[in-house]
């Protein structure tokens, strides 16, 4: 892209509307361009005033739950390197929304790996359901190296993942775990030698897909606070050696 | 302590108009709960408002409502004042979850088709139900009138419904630079007439 092009996009950038790609290169483009900064920085405070048209009471019973959750729920520390959003994930690596293009068609090509041993009725039904929902995405690419690991978990339920490193993706799946108690969530972990590390709070149904981290040892689910814990406070309830 | 939760309409105007301080945030950073709850007192409504707005199912803006809501405690200590007013910071939290989770859990063709059957070329006309209390409100509606149809709607489809520029393209029949523009332009003038300053 050029840098006019990427000077056009601080509306879109600003109202959210580009994928995850498009919205990495501009935030590295604004690192450069400070006038771009003002006016994205000018942009985004403009969007966000559309929201005073909008304003709905939520039901009175969220508040204490927030408030009791937040007291349970440990703080980020302040010294990680800034982005220029806070919202990017702070692991680069970690995407998710707009990677579910690739998620496609990697499990097109996971739910037939699976389906040839048929052990894993439960996950392959997973899978199917999703694949099903992403079909009409459909850019499909084939993954001949994909790798699809799963695991029980000690609580009931399971883990699936699917590892291609030829893509750069993994692509991670609960299957069936029990619900949780409404101030919990269950978070996903990618485990290397310094420890683990944050990947995504787990929603139901919801494949996590990230970039594939070179040397990392192990996928790991663990149940934290809702909203998710910076390290984990429980041991996993499943783990899955990183293929 | 539920009933501290009120209406916004009987309030005053001074109550209406008081905005998320850096100093509150700084003192919420600094794990104070009871500064967090006259945070959660201040930006509920319009948090809120935000993701039902743009998830429409209740059960599902109650969930990223809370997930917001706790991402503003953990993450307090990462808002840097020269990115924008902390009221910004928390809505674009906002706007970016709500966004993740509609876009994660529906297809693109769902979307088109759902917006086909609900009049997509004015996402203004609910916003318009509400009665603006506010000052803030009644500029911000003004401005909004300034706008080009095309600006207004561009604009409208990606804050209010969560789409891509290229799924607001596709709604509105138009090319994706022309999208990128109406955005960008649109911006300007509703930030020129609100006159927002970095």
């Known amino acids: 892209m050029t840098t006019a092009d990427q000077h056009l996009m601080t509306g879109a950038w600003a109202l959210n509307a580009t994928d995850d790609g498009e919205r990495t290169a ?28 909008v ?32 919202l990017r994930p702070r692991r680069p690596w970690i995407r998710r929304a707009a990677v579910l293009v690739a998620a496609a068609s990697v499990l097109g090509v996971v739910v037939a790996g699976v389906q040839h041993n048929m052990r894993l009725s439960g996950e392959v039904e997973a899978l199917q359901q999703v694949a099903a929902r992403y079909e009409q995405l459909n850019s499909l690419i084939s993954a001949p190296d994909a790798k699809t690991v799963s695991r029980k ?34 978070q996903l972990w990618v485990v290397d030698g310094v420890g683990p590390h944050p990947a995504d709070v787990l929603t139901d149904g919801q494949p ?36 | 302590m539920p009933e501290l939760v009120r209406p916004r309409a009987p309030r005053s105007v001074e109550a209406l108009t008081e905005q998320v ?22 930006m509920a409504a319009r948090v809120f408002g935000l993701v039902r707005r743009v998830l ?47 876009r994660s859990a529906q297809t693109t063709a769902d979307r ?6 609900r009049e997509v070329a004015r996402p203004f006309d609910e916003v318009s139900e509400s009665a603006d209390t506010r000052f803030e409100q009644r500029q911000v509606r003004r401005c909004l009138s300034t706008l080009t149809p095309l ?17 607001v393209a596709s709604l509105l029949g138009i090319a994706l630079g022309t999208v990128k523009t109406r955005m960008r332009d649109g911006l300007i003038r509703l930030r020129d007439c609100m006159g927002v300053t970095a």
């Open chain 1, 26 to 53: 501009f935030e590295e483009h604004l690192r450069e361009c400070e006038t771009c900064l003002t006016e994205a920085v000018e942009m985004r405070e403009t969007a966000a005033r559309l929201s005073m048209l």
């Open chain 1, 55 to 86: 304003e709905l009471t939520p039901p009175p019973h969220l508040r204490d739950r927030v408030l009791a959750a937040a007291a349970t729920t440990r703080q980020d520390r302040p010294d990680s390197p800034r982005p220029v959003t806070e």
């Open chain 1, 153 to 186: 978990a000690s609580n009931g339920g399971s883990g699936i993942a699917v590892f291609s490193a030829a893509q750069n993706k993994v692509l991670f799946l609960a299957a069936d775990l029990p619900p949780l108690p409404p101030d919990r969530s269950y």
């Open chain 1, 208 to 243: 996590v897909v990230m970039d594939f981290v070179e040397g990392a040892e192990k996928l790991a689910v663990t149940v934290e606070p809702l909203g998710g814990s910076d390290l984990p406070t429980t041991g996993p309830v499943v783990s899955l050696p990183y293929a």
């Open chain 2, 21 to 42: 301080t850096p100093d509150l945030l700084g003192q919420v950073a600094r794990s104070d709960e009871a500064a967090f709850a006259r945070l959660y007192d201040l």
């Open chain 2, 56 to 102: 429409r199912d209740e059960a599902q803006s109650e969930e990223v409502f809370q997930e917001v809501m706790l991402e503003v405690w953990r993450k307090a200590s990462r808002y840097d004042p020269s990115l924008g007013s902390p009221t910004t910071w928390i809505m674009t939290i906002t706007h970016r979850r709500a966004v993740d989770r509609v």
């Open chain 2, 112 to 117: 088109e088709v759902q917006a086909a059957q």
């Open chain 2, 151 to 167: 600006q207004r709607e561009s604009i409208g489809l990606a804050y209010y419904q969560g789409y891509t520029y290229p799924e």
